[in-house]
Each structure stands twice: as structure tokens, then as C-alpha cells.
């Protein structure tokens, strides 16, 4: 992320500004005038060639509070970042580490000490074609990323190997976010309607498990369909889907 210092004016040209479609080499240097403090944030898609904020890609431009801009594209190549949760697939161990693959332009590597418990004894059980939620440890351009499956207090917190079954889907970046967004009821309405259990990774892998396959390609094919809906269609679609399944 670029910080930038502007001066500031006011918040409601900010709210204008969001919500706009943006193309890639667009100046949209009106941001500057529009940060409520001496510094604005920009995220992904945008960035600061001399004094001009310049668009990188195309899509909607977005704004979070207090100062923080950035381009909300679709895009199905994932570009890691550190910090983040993804699904990854197990391809191959070479010695003591795994490859798997994350969906972006290089495989990144698992050591099978990253997991909760793990010792040179105690080694975990993974195999290849396993499916785990892991979290991105190292993530530079000039390096291989890395992944582990334990937070910062060598705790599994959820993650680890993805067993019992489940469907993983494919989706869009843009529909990730969709769906982790606070704002967004997919997931509860979804759950009211069918139990489930569901995985989300942020490089555009979701893993999803209910009571029946029929129950579970339901809920695949719901999350799929919801990405340009609104929050009122996305309601009226699980009841239409909870009616189907019931036999209405």
C-alpha cells in the first residue's frame, strides 16, 4: 500500500468518488481534497506516479474509513499478501516440505513443521491432493511465498488439512471480498436456511460441506450466483433454494 499526505477539505466528496467505475491510467487526483486527516492510504489498483494518483485497473473504485482508497476489480489471479488465509491444494513433497498451490503465479511451500503439534517425530499426515487452510508467513516478489498452518502462537486456529469431504469452488477475487464483507448476508441467510460448514480464502477458494451432496452443490451454486446480486436478491434467493430443496 502507497500512504500519501494531501491536505484535507471535506468527507462528502469522498462519498461521491466512491462507487465510480475507474480505467486503468485515469487521474483521479480530486482524492487528495478528500481525506479527512494529512495522509490517504492507497490499496490495490491505485497508485502515486509523481504528485498524481493514477488508476492501475479497471473496476469500481472503493473507500473504507479513515483514509483508505483502493480498486475493487475482477480478477481471478491471485497476487499473494502477507497476513492473508487462503485454500491451497497439496501437489508435491519434495523432502520435508510441501508445494501447494494457491492460485497465483508461483506455488508456495509448507513445512511440515508448520503445524500445530508437528515435530521431526510427530509428523503430520498430509498427503498429495489434500486440501488445506493455511496462512500466508512470507509473501515478496523477489521470493517463493510461504505458508503455515499455525498463527503467531503456534496454534492451529481452524487451519490445517480440510478433511470429510466438501466441495471447493473456484470464484473471483471481487466475490471473495463480496462475501467476507460485514455488510453482506450471504452467509447468514444461507445458514439459516441449510447448515453448513464453509472455508473462505481470500485467493478466491471456497470450501463448503452440508448435510447431503445435494445440499452442498446448493450452496456451491448459491455463492456462485451471488456475486452481482444485492443483499435483497441474495434473501430472496436462499428462500427460493431452502423452498427447492424442500420439495416446494
Same mark, same amino acid.
Given at each position: +500500500?502507497?500512504?500519501?499526505?494531501?491536505?484535507?477539505?471535506?468527507?462528502?466528496?469522498? $462519498?461521491?468518488?466512491? /462507487?465510480?467505475?475507474?480505467?486503468?491510467?485515469?487521474?483521479?487526483?480530486?482524492?487528495?481534497?478528500?481525506?479527512?486527516?494529512?495522509?490517504?492510504?492507497?490499496?490495490?489498483?491505485? /497508485?502515486?506516479?509523481?504528485?498524481?494518483?493514477?488508476?492501475?485497473?479497471?473496476?469500481? =473504485?472503493?473507500?473504507?474509513?479513515?483514509?483508505?482508497?483502493?480498486?475493487?476489480?475482477?480478477?481471478?489471479?491471485?497476487? !499473494?499478501?502477507?497476513?492473508?488465509?487462503?485454500?491451497?491444494?497439496?501437489?508435491?513433497?519434495?523432502?520435508?516440505?510441501?508445494? *501447494?498451490?494457491?492460485?497465483?503465479?508461483?506455488?508456495?511451500?509448507?513445512?511440515?513443521?508448520?503445524?500445530?503439534?508437528?515435530?521431526?517425530?510427530?509428523?503430520?499426515? *498430509?498427503?498429495?491432493?489434500?486440501?488445506?487452510?493455511?496462512?500466508?508467513?512470507?509473501?515478496?516478489?523477489? +521470493?517463493? !511465498?510461504?505458508?503455515?498452518?499455525?498463527?503467531?502462537?503456534? /496454534?492451529?486456529?481452524?487451519?490445517?488439512?480440510?478433511?470429510?469431504?466438501?466441495? =471447493?469452488?473456484?470464484?473471483?477475487?471481487?466475490?471473495?471480498?463480496?462475501?467476507?464483507?460485514? #455488510?453482506?448476508?450471504? +452467509?447468514?441467510? =444461507?445458514?439459516?436456511?441449510?447448515?453448513?460448514?464453509?472455508?473462505?480464502? +481470500?485467493?478466491?477458494? *471456497?470450501?463448503?460441506?452440508? /448435510?447431503?451432496?445435494?445440499?452442498?452443490?446448493?450452496?456451491?451454486?448459491?455463492?456462485?450466483?451471488?456475486?452481482?446480486?444485492?443483499?435483497?436478491?441474495? $434473501?430472496?434467493?436462499?428462500?427460493? =433454494?431452502? #423452498?427447492?430443496?424442500?420439495?416446494?
Amino acid at each position: +500500500m502507497w500512504f500519501a499526505g494531501f491536505s484535507s477539505t471535506s468527507n462528502m466528496e469522498t $462519498k461521491q468518488l466512491a /462507487r465510480r467505475v475507474v480505467m486503468p491510467g485515469e487521474k483521479i487526483n480530486a482524492l487528495k481534497n478528500c481525506a479527512d486527516s494529512s495522509k490517504i492510504i492507497l490499496g490495490p489498483g491505485l /497508485r502515486l506516479e509523481d504528485e498524481d494518483i493514477c488508476v492501475a485497473k479497471s473496476g469500481i =473504485l472503493r473507500f473504507r474509513e479513515p483514509n483508505v482508497y483502493w480498486v475493487d476489480s475482477h480478477q481471478t489471479r491471485y497476487v !499473494p499478501v502477507k497476513g492473508e488465509t487462503v485454500i491451497g491444494i497439496i501437489t508435491q513433497k519434495v523432502g520435508d516440505t510441501f508445494r *501447494v498451490d494457491i492460485g497465483g503465479s508461483e506455488q508456495a511451500s509448507l513445512s511440515f513443521l508448520s503445524f500445530e503439534g508437528a515435530t521431526k517425530r510427530n509428523r503430520p499426515d *498430509v498427503k498429495v491432493g489434500d486440501i488445506v487452510y493455511c496462512r500466508l508467513l512470507v509473501a515478496n516478489k523477489d +521470493m517463493e !511465498p510461504e505458508v503455515v498452518c499455525i498463527d503467531g502462537q503456534g /496454534r492451529s486456529s481452524g487451519m490445517g488439512v480440510i478433511r470429510n469431504g466438501g466441495f =471447493l469452488v473456484r470464484t473471483s477475487l471481487s466475490l471473495v471480498r463480496k462475501i467476507l464483507n460485514a #455488510d453482506c448476508v450471504l +452467509m447468514k441467510c =444461507l445458514g439459516n436456511k441449510i447448515p453448513f460448514e464453509a472455508a473462505v480464502g +481470500m485467493n478466491g477458494r *471456497v470450501w463448503v460441506k452440508a /448435510r447431503s451432496n445435494k445440499e452442498t452443490i446448493a450452496v456451491a451454486n448459491a455463492i456462485l450466483a451471488s456475486e452481482y446480486m444485492t443483499n435483497e436478491e441474495i $434473501k430472496n434467493m436462499c428462500q427460493r =433454494l431452502a #423452498d427447492a430443496l424442500d420439495g416446494f
